[in-house]
């Protein structure tokens, strides 16, 4: 199982950019790396995937260097509104349709946004 | 997008009733669902992969006679749990996969269940 460690909290204010890094050494080769945000009280919400370079769309960054070892989700421009725990996820990129499928979730990063 | 659904959102129920939570995929066919648990201030924990018309496979520690998960269909799958203790208090969240063929499998989270036993 890839064991990912991410930072335990992180402070910025509002309008920054905001780069939140997570350390999987132990990757597989057909693991996918998933990040999700989650609001107290609330299931986690899909913010992006990517499997090797940069992923982009319209509310984050996604960048994996060469060796896969670490991706760091990037947040332009945060608000108020992104104050969070953000969650990133190894896993295989399809489930074999038996047994476990081998999830695992870190421990998160509590996002604080400051006005 | 994909919507997973949960209810209750919210159940209080006295020790040693049981509670039945379930998940239901609404546009989509999940043949498979995940049970998760999460403790205050902790990350989500998985309890069970759920596969339709078979019977889930249960992680390492949890008890499968007392947190029982039934996919009848393609739609919905069911959490049980059984003699709830005060320590079951906890939030239960699901997610469903919609894969298509070729893709990258996808979760899809509900809203989560808050249970608590008095």
């Known amino acids: 199982l890839a064991k990912t460690t991410q930072p335990i909290s992180m402070d910025s204010y509002e309008g920054q950019e905001v780069n939140i890094t997570c350390s999987h050494n132990n990757i597989a080769t057909n693991d996918y790396i998933t990040w999700y945000q989650q609001f107290p009280s609330q299931g986690p919400r899909f913010i992006i995937q990517g499997y090797k370079t940069k992923v982009t769309n319209e509310v984050a960054s996604l960048f994996i260097p060469a060796d896969r070892k670490s991706s760091t989700l990037s947040l332009p421009r945060v608000s108020l509104s992104d104050t969070a725990v953000y969650y990133c996820l190894v896993a295989p990129a399809k489930y074999s349709g038996a047994g476990s499928y081998q999830l695992t979730f870190g421990k998160g990063t509590k996002l604080s946004v400051i006005p | 997008g994909a919507v997973v659904s949960q209810h209750p959102s919210w159940v209080i129920c006295k020790s040693g009733t049981s509670v039945k939570i379930e998940c239901r995929s609404l546009?989509?066919?999940?043949?498979?669902m995940f049970w998760y648990r999460q403790f205050p201030k902790q990350s989500l924990m998985l309890m069970a992969t759920?596969?339709?018309?078979?019977?889930?496979?249960?992680e390492q520690g949890v008890e499968k006679d007392k947190f029982l998960i039934n996919h009848a269909s393609l739609t919905l799958s069911t959490l049980t749990v059984t003699s709830a203790h005060p320590e079951d208090s906890s939030f239960y969240i699901c997610s469903a996969n919609s894969p298509t063929e070729g893709q990258v499998t996808e979760q899809y989270f509900g809203p989560g269940t808050r249970l608590t036993v008095t």
């Open positions: 546009d989509f066919q999940a043949t498979t």
């Open positions: 759920s596969n339709e018309g078979s019977k889930a496979t249960y």
